[in-house]
Every structure is written in structure tokens, then in C-alpha cells.
């Protein structure tokens, strides 16, 4: 984790909310997009663990009305994460089209992004108050991407041999995954709270 992480959650609430009256704010999307293209080339999730403003939203923010139900398997289904990127995506390229033809194209844009960003927050804080905070992150469209993308870089790395199985990794990973077993998990988001928690130093990148 980065030390301005735990403060990138306010961008959330800046461009969901600043964005109904600054349309403009929305462009703040594509940055987002681009910066986890690239990062995830070289450290697939890194981007969701250390830098993902929605990310910091859940940790810091969600984390404290949060019932911390388990997260459902389903969400992290690929059943479930191939529709909704496809959806998503299909449907931000045909409202962005439909733009071309209006006279204020590049505020109308913007206006797209921040209705996509509010959408998102609002379907992302729901699942999080009521599941654990990061139930998001499980089906989220740009979490897929940076998956398949980059899904095998950047590895967590396991000493079995030093581990007592005491599971104090498993108990803080947001992502509810079984870390002892970690293999090459995909979806593991690299915020290293595992790696810090373990009293055997047998987790590192
Ligand atoms: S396995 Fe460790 S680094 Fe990966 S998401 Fe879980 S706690 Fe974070
Ligand atoms: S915290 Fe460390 S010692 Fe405990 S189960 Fe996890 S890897 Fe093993």
C-alpha cells in the first residue's frame, strides 16, 4: 500500500457528486482507465490494492458501516465478471457514439463518465455495506481487465516451509482469498496486508 492510499477515496465521492454540477470531472475516468492499463502490463491487480480511488472508497470509507458478510463466490465468477465488462463497455461506447452528432459532445461525455462513476459507487457501496467491503472488487469490470491482462505478474510469493497456518493472512485479506493457497491467484490486488501480517515473514512479492 502506498502512503496516499488511504486518502484517494475522496476523488470517488469529488467526481461522483462535483461531477452532477462539473461534468468535466468525469474525464478523471479515463485516467483511471489508462493508468490500470498500464500498470497492469507489469503487476496485474497492483492498481486495485494500491491506487484504485473506488478501492480506497471501500477501505476507508465503506469499511465503516459495513456488515462484513462474506463476499459470494458468485461475483467472482466469471458467469458473472465477462457479462458485466462486456455490458459495461457496450454501453459506455454506444452512449459516448450517440454524442457525436449533439453540439457539446465533450460535455456530454464528461456527463456520461460521472453517470457511470455514480452508478458504480452506488451499486459498489451497497454490496459493500451489506457484504464485506471489497465485494466490489470480485466482479468489477476493470478489475477483469487488469486480470486478464496482466493476471500472472507481479506473484505473491509463499514459504510453506516457515508458515504455521495460523491464517492471521487470510483473516485481513480483502479479498477473501485463501492465501496459504495462493498459487497464482489472478485476482489478488497486491496491497501486501498479508505480507505484513504474517508473524513468519513467509509472504513476500
Ligand atoms: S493475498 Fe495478500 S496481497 Fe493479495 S489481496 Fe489478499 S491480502 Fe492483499
Ligand atoms: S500469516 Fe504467515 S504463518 Fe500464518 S498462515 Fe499466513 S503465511 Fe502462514
Known amino acids: 500500500m502506498l502512503k496516499i492510499t488511504p ?3 475522496s476523488l470517488v465521492v469529488i467526481v461522483s457528486l462535483g461531477g452532477l454540477w462539473y461534468p468535466i470531472l468525469g474525464y478523471f475516468m479515463f485516467l483511471v482507465m489508462g ?3 498500464i500498470t497492469s502490463l507489469f503487476r496485474g491487480r497492483w492498481f486495485c490494492g494500491n491506487l ?4 480506497s472508497y471501500f477501505d476507508y470509507g465503506i469499511i465503516k458501516i459495513s456488515k462484513k458478510r462474506k463476499i459470494p463466490k ?3 465468477s466469471m458467469w458473472v465478471r ?3 465488462f462486456t455490458l459495461m463497455m457496450a454501453l459506455m461506447m454506444y452512449r459516448i457514439s450517440v454524442t457525436f ?3 457539446n459532445t465533450f460535455e456530454l461525455i464528461g456527463t456520461i463518465l460521472v453517470s457511470m462513476c455514480l452508478m458504480t459507487t452506488i451499486i459498489g457501496t451497497m454490496l459493500g455495506g451489506y457484504f464485506n467491503t471489497r465485494s466490489w472488487c470480485n466482479a468489477c469490470p476493470m478489475g477483469t481487465m487488469q486480470r486478464v491482462i496482466g493476471g500472472n505478474k507481479h506473484q505473491l510469493k509463499m ?4 508458515c504455521v497456518d495460523c491464517k492471521l493472512c487470510e483473516k485481513v485479506c480483502p479479498m477473501e482469498l485463501e492465501v496459504r493457497d495462493i498459487g497464482n491467484n489472478p485476482d489478488c490486488i497486491k496491497c501486501g496486508r498479508c505480507v505484513d501480517k504474517c508473524p513468519k515473514d513467509s509472504l513476500s512479492f
Open 159 to 162: 514459504d510453506h516451509e516457515s
Open 101 to 103: 452528432a449533439a453540439q
Open 74 to 76: 458468485i461475483l467472482s
Open 52 to 55: 484504485c480511488p473506488r478501492g
Open 35 to 37: 493508468t490500470l492499463f
Open 82 to 84: 465477462v457479462p458485466a
Open 7 to 9: 486518502y484517494l477515496g
